[in-house]
C-alpha cells in the first residue's frame, strides 16, 4: 500500500507530467507547424483531479463545434452490450427511477472547467470560459458523448484548455477522450 506522502508525490508527478506534455503540444505549433483542424480526440485522465489536456487548433470556416467528453466502451459485437452497459452506469447515464417511473440522468461524478480562447495578433480572446459538474450524456452509439459546450467560431486559431477539478475513481477503468467536432445543431 502507498503511504500518503507517495501518493501525493505521484499526483504530484502526474501533474507535473501532465503540464510537460501539454507544453510540448502547445510548442508544437511554434515551428511552423499548422496546428491541427477538427475532428481532434486527444486521450483525458478524468478520474484524476488536476489532470489537463490542453491544445491549439485551427477553424477553417465559421460553423458551430462542440467540446466533449467522450466515452470508449468496449464491445465487439453489437449483441453484446456489456462493456456500454457498465461505462452507462459509470458516467451516469439516464435510469427509470422504478418508484416514479420518471427518468433520472445523474450525470457524471465529474467537475470540469473548460476554457476556450481565440489566437489573434493583439493577444488572447476569451470565447468560452466554464466550470461544470456532473456532465451528462447527450448522445450515445459506438461511443457516449456529453457535450461541454456548443461554439459557433469563425475561421481563426484557437485553445482549449480542459481540467479535471475532482478526482473520480471510478472512471479509471473507462477510456475518456475530449474531443472537438463539428456539431449538430438538429433541423
Not at 508544437?28 to 483531479?49: L, R
Not at 453484446?80 to 450525470?107: A, H, T
Request: hydrophobic share 40%; net charge positive.
Amino acid at each position: 500500500m502507498t503511504a500518503p506522502s507517495q501518493q501525493r508525490g505521484l499526483t504530484h508527478g502526474r501533474r507535473l507530467l501532465t503540464t510537460l506534455l501539454m507544453s510540448v503540444g502547445l510548442g508544437s505549433c511554434a515551428n511552423g507547424a499548422a496546428p491541427p483542424t477538427v475532428p481532434i480526440e486527444i486521450p483525458f485522465a478524468v478520474d484524476q483531479e488536476g489532470c489537463v489536456v490542453a491544445l491549439e487548433f485551427q477553424v477553417k470556416k465559421l460553423d458551430y463545434y462542440s467540446f466533449n467528453l467522450t466515452y470508449v466502451y468496449k464491445d465487439e459485437k453489437p449483441s453484446d452490450n456489456d462493456d456500454r452497459s457498465r461505462v452507462w452506469r459509470l458516467v451516469g447515464g439516464g435510469v427509470r427511477d422504478p418508484v416514479s417511473n420518471k427518468r433520472i440522468e445523474p450525470g457524471a461524478p465529474l467537475v470540469i472547467h473548460l476554457t476556450v480562447t481565440q489566437l489573434t495578433d493583439q493577444g488572447e480572446l476569451v470565447v468560452f470560459d466554464k466550470e461544470m459538474a456532473h456532465p451528462k450524456l447527450s448522445s450515445w452509439g459506438e461511443t457516449l458523448n456529453a457535450r461541454l459546450a456548443a461554439l459557433q467560431l469563425p475561421p481563426g486559431r484557437y485553445r482549449f484548455m480542459a481540467t479535471s477539478l475532482k478526482a473520480a475513481p471510478a472512471l479509471k477503468s473507462v477510456r475518456t477522450e475530449f474531443s472537438v467536432y463539428h456539431a449538430y445543431m438538429g433541423k
